[in-house]
């Protein structure tokens, strides 16, 4: 049998209304009943943990529903409980909060970098989405930090370190500066015991030899300010044990130097009295130069407000005052739980509402610009980076990437070669789509093919500048090489009809031509001609500069086409043309060539406007690549008529790329469906095919 919990005192709750402290008992029963027979390291049951987490935010004054989830926020991942039972026994938020800290829970932190320490803060704070998570996730970690003993030497280092680098940090972060000392001094005596002890220690012993000359020097102090008419409290302030580590560590300094400095702090009533307090203070001590900082003008970044002066006290003892209101101290206390620390107070609940919330606004950067202090708890729940998502590589690193970024933008940002050669994506171990938007805490694997390329799509979906240029770069690239190949063809067509060929043009006539031409090379100069930026005739005149003219109009015969010249080569939409059409082509400036069908009703208006622009083109016999063809279906409105049509088309060997469907008439129906197919004949397989089916009234292809 295990030992019993000891239950805390319901004093501790009385803040709470009646009903909140009900329904904070019942949670706590189920709680025990799923946590039945687990018991922690030190052989306490299970149920001391949640408890005692409950206890320290119920020390923040933290409302019913996060003293709930506190008490259960082990259950979904220790047990068999789910969220949804959470959810239908104590409510959807308290089953949120559990949800949020379990995630929480599941990702872990495996490197040492600074930066990365960084980010896995911000990963934590942007999934948290709502502070009580956090702020739940803090008390846990301060319950599991105070009871650390219990554990195995090599866990406790790690959970030691984990504390130190991350969630001390947040603490500080929230402002929340008694627990991010405490959570210091914790994990700074399970990583170094052995210092600590020695400076805990020594910090013993320099305070008791001190005593008198403090108490005699905060005697001064108060009789100085009472003197001067202002009501204030006066505190000497302790030493932490870690941050005199630290001070000796960074300022080469000895235990005597950091520790010969004395700190007090004087806290009272309002702004215009601190600065009433400096003046009295610089009075009775010479303050030290350039010592002097004042954060209530300029507060510190986690919204930290006091004035710091350095005096020199009797003996020459530097004395380090901090001077602040009562509301000041509190924040720097707790941070954003004074909120909830300090809102019976209701004579001066507005007012401290209204600094937390402006506070957590600077904090947080948050854009709500309400100034109702109801709408606080609203304002907590929102994403903390709203612009940022935090996500793992495989090695466990972790990139930022702007809110909405894919797989494709991951992938860029890993590496160049990672992002031109991605193909899928895989995240927490599942395949999707290289467009899914990644989400804070995903696991990024990004598959790469060796012949893969970056696809035009992307451009539509990435995020990140990076993927944006470097795709645009690959594409421009891609098709001025592919301008190119086309621009070479093209010549050769029109040197052929000048009776030579591409061979018999010497380095010599190029480089007058390419000089001529002010292009920068001969690729370009091609690149040009597929482009349709200059005429292929004229060039190649050019180049046969001492040409027979007699050799001329010897018919130019045709551009061959296989359709795989990328994007130098354009098939018609309006004509969607595939082998076996008869063709014909028009170069048009910056769109290279574009193939019509010769029939077509757009290009015969062209041909009779503009004929310069148009070329004799004729489809490479050998192309193997499947073309689009769009085909119109009028068929009998009746149940699983489409399932047949497409299984029919599928049957022929062809793909559907996409189906429109024409009006609902109450008895026919037409599709239009855009198909892959490989020729002429392929095509009409397929529709000879689709005419046996007996729903199949009216067939034909389309082209206009
Ligand atoms: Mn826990």
Same mark, same amino acid.
């Given at each position: 049998?295990?030992?019993?919990?000891? =239950?805390?005192?319901?004093?501790?709750?009385?803040?709470? !209304?009646?009903?909140?402290?009900?329904? =904070?008992?019942? $949670?706590?029963?189920?709680?025990?009943?799923?946590?039945?027979?687990?018991?922690?390291?030190?052989?306490?049951?299970?149920?001391?943990?949640?408890? $005692?987490?409950?206890?320290?935010?119920? &020390? #923040?004054?933290?409302?019913?529903?996060?003293?709930?989830?506190?008490?259960?926020?082990?259950?979904?991942?220790?047990?068999?409980?789910?969220?949804?039972?959470?959810?239908?026994?104590?409510?959807?938020?308290?089953?949120?909060?559990? /949800?949020?800290?379990?995630?929480?829970?599941?990702?872990?932190?495996?490197?040492?970098?600074?930066?990365?320490?960084?980010?896995?803060?911000?990963?934590?704070?942007?999934?948290?989405?709502?502070?009580?998570?956090?702020?739940? !996730?803090?008390?846990?970690?301060?319950?599991?930090?105070?009871?650390?003993?219990?554990?195995?030497?090599?866990?406790?280092?790690?959970?030691?370190?984990?504390?130190?680098?991350?969630?001390?940090?947040?603490?500080?972060?929230?402002?929340?500066?008694?627990?991010?000392?405490?959570?210091?001094?914790?994990?700074?005596?399970?990583?170094?015991?052995?210092?600590?002890?020695?400076?805990?220690?020594?910090?013993?012993?320099?305070?008791?030899?001190?005593?008198?000359?403090?108490? *005699?020097?905060?005697?001064?102090?108060? *009789?100085?300010?009472?003197?001067?008419? %202002?009501?204030?409290?006066?505190?000497?302030?302790?030493?932490?044990?870690?941050?005199?580590?630290?001070?000796?560590?960074?300022?080469? +300094?000895?235990?005597?130097?950091?520790?010969?400095?004395?700190?007090?702090?004087?806290?009272?009533?309002?702004?215009?009295?601190?600065?009433?307090?400096?003046?009295?203070?610089?009075?009775?001590?010479?303050?030290?130069?350039?010592?002097?900082?004042?954060?209530?003008?300029?507060?510190?970044?986690?919204?930290?407000?006091?004035?710091?002066?350095?005096?020199?006290?009797?003996?020459?003892?530097?004395?380090?005052?901090?001077?602040?209101?009562?509301?000041?101290?509190?924040?720097?206390?707790?941070?954003?739980?004074?909120?909830?620390?300090?809102?019976?107070?209701?004579?001066?609940?507005?007012?401290?509402?209204?600094?937390? @919330?402006?506070?957590?606004?600077?904090?947080?950067?948050?854009?709500?610009?309400?100034?109702?202090? @109801?709408?606080?708890?609203?304002?907590?729940?929102?994403?903390?980076?709203?612009?940022?998502?935090?996500?793992?590589?495989?090695?466990?690193?972790?990139?930022?990437?702007?809110?909405?970024?894919?797989?494709?933008?991951?992938?860029?940002?890993?590496?160049?070669? %990672?992002?031109?050669?991605?193909? $899928?994506?895989?995240?927490?171990?599942?395949?999707?789509? +290289?467009?899914?938007?990644?989400?804070?805490? /995903?696991?990024?694997?990004?598959?790469?093919?060796?012949?893969?390329?970056?696809?035009?799509? #992307?451009?539509?979906?990435?995020?990140?500048?990076?993927?944006?240029?470097?795709?645009?770069?690959?594409?421009?690239?891609?098709?001025?090489?592919?301008?190119?190949?086309?621009?070479?063809?093209?010549?050769?067509?029109? =040197?052929?009809?000048?009776?030579?060929?591409?061979?018999?043009?010497?380095?010599?006539?190029?480089?007058?031509?390419?000089?001529?031409?002010?292009?920068?090379?001969?690729?370009?100069?091609?690149?040009?001609?597929?482009?349709?930026?200059?005429?292929?005739?004229?060039?190649? *005149?050019?180049?046969?500069?001492?040409?027979?003219?007699?050799?001329?109009?010897? &018919?130019?015969?045709?551009?061959?086409?296989?359709?795989?010249? &990328?994007?130098?080569?354009?098939?018609?939409?309006?004509?969607?043309?595939?082998?076996?059409?008869?063709?014909? &082509?028009?170069?048009?400036?910056?769109?290279?060539?574009?193939?019509?069908?010769?029939?077509?009703?757009?290009?015969?208006?062209?041909?009779?406007?503009?004929?310069?622009? #148009? %070329?004799?083109?004729?489809?490479?016999?050998?192309?193997?690549?499947?073309?689009?063809?769009?085909?119109?279906?009028?068929?009998?409105?009746?149940?699983?008529?489409?399932? !047949?049509?497409?299984?029919?088309?599928?049957?022929?060997?062809?793909? %559907?790329?996409?189906?429109?469907?024409?009006? /609902?008439?109450?008895?026919?129906?037409?599709?239009?469906?855009? +198909?892959?197919?490989?020729?002429?004949?392929?095509?009409?397989?397929?529709?000879?095919?689709?005419?046996?089916?007996?729903?199949?009234?009216?067939?034909?292809?389309?082209?206009?």
């Amino acid at each position: 049998m295990a030992a019993a919990v000891a =239950l805390p005192d319901p004093g501790r709750f009385a803040y709470l !209304k009646a009903k909140d402290v009900a329904r =904070l008992a019942e $949670a706590y029963r189920f709680s025990e009943a799923a946590h039945a027979g687990q018991t922690r390291q030190s052989g306490d049951p299970y149920i001391s943990h949640p408890l $005692a987490v409950a206890e320290i935010l119920a &020390g #923040w004054h933290l409302d019913g529903q996060t003293l709930m989830a506190a008490l259960l926020h082990d259950v979904t991942e220790d047990t068999k409980v789910t969220k949804d039972e959470i959810s239908d026994t104590f409510g959807r938020p308290v089953a949120e909060l559990v /949800d949020g800290v379990s995630k929480l829970d599941r990702i872990e932190f495996q490197s040492a970098e600074d930066a990365q320490a960084e980010n896995f803060r911000k990963m934590l704070l942007a999934m948290a989405r709502d502070v009580r998570v956090i702020l739940i !996730k803090l008390a846990d970690r301060l319950h599991n930090m105070r009871t650390l003993g219990a554990v195995a030497p090599a866990k406790r280092r790690r959970v030691a370190r984990e504390t130190m680098e991350i969630y001390a940090p947040i603490a500080n972060r929230l402002g929340l500066n008694t627990l991010y000392h405490e959570l210091q001094e914790l994990a700074f005596s399970h990583l170094y015991p052995l210092r600590y002890k020695v400076l805990a220690k020594a910090t013993a012993a320099a305070r008791g030899n001190r005593r008198e000359m403090i108490g *005699r020097t905060l005697a001064a102090v108060k *009789r100085k300010l009472t003197e001067s008419g %202002i009501p204030a409290t006066v505190q000497g302030r302790e030493k932490h044990v870690y941050s005199t580590y630290r001070k000796m560590i960074e300022k080469h +300094l000895s235990f005597s130097e950091v520790h010969d400095i004395f700190g007090c702090r004087v806290v009272v009533s309002d702004v215009p009295s601190c600065y009433l307090a400096l003046g009295a203070l610089h009075a009775l001590y010479k303050p030290i130069p350039g010592k002097f900082k004042d954060y209530i003008a300029i507060p510190k970044a986690n919204g930290y407000q006091s004035i710091h002066t350095d005096l020199i006290g009797p003996h020459g003892v530097p004395l380090e005052i901090q001077i602040r209101t009562e509301q000041m101290h509190r924040l720097a206390e707790s941070g954003v739980a004074s909120h909830w620390m300090y809102k019976d107070e209701t004579d001066k609940l507005s007012e401290l509402q209204k600094q937390t @919330h402006q506070w957590l606004q600077s904090l947080l950067e948050i854009q709500h610009q309400s100034g109702d202090p @109801h709408e606080f708890l609203e304002h907590v729940k929102v994403d903390l980076f709203p612009d940022e998502v935090y996500v793992f590589t495989p090695k466990g690193k972790i990139l930022s990437l702007p809110r909405g970024a894919t797989a494709v933008d991951f992938a860029y940002a890993v590496h160049t070669d %990672i992002g031109n050669r991605c193909v $899928a994506a895989k995240v927490n171990g599942e395949l999707v789509p +290289l467009r899914a938007e990644l989400r804070n805490g /995903d696991r990024v694997e990004i598959i790469t093919a060796s012949h893969a390329k970056p696809n035009p799509g #992307w451009l539509q979906y990435v995020r990140t500048g990076k993927a944006r240029s470097t795709i645009r770069h690959f594409l421009k690239t891609m098709q001025y090489e592919e301008s190119a190949g086309l621009g070479e063809r093209l010549l050769e067509q029109a =040197l052929k009809s000048l009776k030579s060929s591409a061979a018999e043009v010497d380095d010599a006539s190029w480089e007058r031509v390419v000089r001529d031409s002010g292009a920068r090379s001969k690729e370009e100069l091609l690149a040009d001609l597929g482009l349709g930026k200059r005429l292929p005739a004229v060039v190649a *005149r050019r180049l046969l500069k001492h040409a027979d003219p007699a050799r001329e109009d010897a &018919g130019a015969g045709s551009v061959t086409i296989r359709g795989t010249e &990328g994007m130098a080569v354009q098939l018609a939409t309006c004509c969607r043309p595939i082998p076996g059409d008869a063709i014909v &082509g028009s170069i048009k400036k910056g769109q290279g060539l574009v193939v019509h069908d010769s029939d077509c009703a757009a290009s015969l208006r062209s041909r009779k406007n503009e004929p310069e622009q #148009w %070329i004799d083109v004729e489809w490479d016999p050998r192309t193997t690549r499947l073309f689009q063809a769009a085909i119109g279906v009028t068929v009998e409105n009746q149940r699983g008529v489409l399932a !047949k049509v497409a299984s029919e088309i599928a049957d022929a060997g062809s793909n %559907i790329d996409s189906i429109s469907m024409g009006e /609902d008439r109450a008895v026919f129906t037409t599709m239009n469906f855009v +198909l892959e197919v490989a020729n002429r004949q392929h095509l009409a397989r397929v529709m000879r095919a689709l005419r046996r089916l007996p729903d199949v009234k009216k067939l034909s292809r389309i082209r206009e």
